[in-house]
Nanobody, 116 residues
């Protein structure tokens, strides 16, 4: 079973940047898209950014112009570059791989904390 492992979270001041990585332990058969989600304490999980197999991207309105999702197909890795971070971006960020022929895969999550 392929596993997703996130890294790159941490504590940063408002206005700062972080780059999250989500590495798959192997090739994902039937991959449809990969996405980053986040969940803040007491709030519902929110879709942050998506990149399809074909490379199309989409973002939540709250992060447009600040976050960028990208991928390294050869390394089975997807990234989330987060700039101009705000305290309201504080959350656990998780990556998800949607597949055509099987259930989605999830990583364990990485904490991002933005101080004011």
């Amino acid at each position: 079973q392929v596993r997703l492992v996130e890294s790159g979270g941490g504590l940063v001041q408002a206005g700062g940047s972080l780059r999250l990585s989500c590495a798959a332990s192997g090739s994902i058969f039937g991959l449809r898209s990969m996405a980053w989600y986040r969940q803040a304490p007491g709030k519902q999980r929110e879709l942050v950014a998506t990149v399809t197999r074909g490379g199309s991207t989409d973002y939540a309105d709250s992060v447009k112009g600040r976050f960028a999702i990208s991928r390294d197909i050869a390394k089975n890795t997807v990234f989330l570059q987060m700039n101009n971070l705000k305290p309201e971006d504080t959350a656990v960020y998780s990556c998800k791989a949607d597949r055509y022929y099987d259930a989605a895969l999830w990583g364990q999550g990485t904490q991002v904390t933005v101080s004011s």
